[in-house]
Antibody
Framework: QVQLKESGPGLVQPSQTLSLTCTVSGFSLTSNSVHWVRQPPGKGLEWVGAIWSGGSTDYNSALKSRLSISRDTSKSQVFLKMNSLQTEDTAIYFC??????????????WGQGVMVTVSS | DIQMTQSPASLSASLGETISIECLASEGISSYLAWYQQKPGKSPQLLIYGANSLQAGVPSRFSGSGSGTQYSLKISSMQPEDEGDYFCQQSYKFPWTFGGGTKLELK
């Protein structure tokens, strides 16, 4: 069955780089897009960026200068790297799937999320 | 960026009541609109995509409608398990954006 699971450090120091991994199973990265969405504690959802089935990427313009999304299809993993972290980046980070020909533009499966706290 | 304005911010409904949540986009989004339910400590779950298509496995008491800039989610006959936060999301233009959320509680 379709599964996504995020992993990464729970605590990052200000100005440092965040590295997260999303490991997927039950579907192929070469025929589905994977997105990152974050949610500050007690607040709403923010789309961070995506890597598409062909390997191209799109980023939230507010984060683009600090953000990189990549993948390793052989390991079924998607990576998020965000540098110059600030306290405002404290959030739960979710990876999620969107399938163009099934639920276009919508996220049908989500990981459990990983809480990232930016603090010294 | 397209702004998604949800209303109301919170709502209390009785068992069996029909409720509606509205989502207003700052520009037309051609029905590229999804709705999600999120329960405390859990990931969001897709309810509706394409403004009015019910996601597989979602109870038929959930329905979506709308066009242009105005969209709504209706729950006919509120059930205890429907408590939670609800978010709309547009995928018409990048960056994809979400509404601020509606907290739904059982009265």
């Amino acid at each position: 069955q379709v599964q996504l699971k995020e992993s990464g450090p729970g605590l990052v120091q200000p100005s440092q780089t965040l590295s997260l991994t999303c490991t997927v199973s039950g579907f192929s990265l070469t025929s589905n897009s994977v997105h990152w969405v974050r949610q500050p504690p007690g607040k709403g959802l923010e789309w961070v960026g995506a890597i598409w089935s062909g390997g191209s990427t799109d980023y939230n313009s507010a984060l683009k200068s600090r953000l990189s999304i990549s993948r390793d299809t052989s390991k079924s993993q998607v990576f998020l790297k965000m540098n110059s972290l600030q306290t405002e980046d404290t959030a739960i980070y979710f990876c999620t799937r969107s399938v163009l020909w099934v639920t276009p533009g919508a996220f049908d499966y989500w990981g459990q999320g990983v809480m990232v706290t930016v603090s010294s | 960026d397209i702004q998604m304005t949800q209303s109301p911010a919170s709502l209390s409904a009785s068992l069996g009541e029909t409720i509606s949540i509205e989502c207003l986009a700052s520009e037309g989004i051609s029905s590229y609109l999804a709705w999600y339910q999120q329960k405390p400590g859990k990931s969001p779950q897709l309810l509706i995509y394409g403004a009015n298509s019910l996601q597989a496995g979602v109870p038929s008491r959930f329905s979506g409608s709308g066009s242009g800039t105005q969209y709504s989610l209706k729950i006919s006959s509120m059930q205890p398990e429907d408590e939670g936060d609800y978010f709309c999301q547009q995928s018409y233009k990048f960056p994809w954006t979400f509404g601020g959320g509606t907290k739904l509680e059982l009265k």
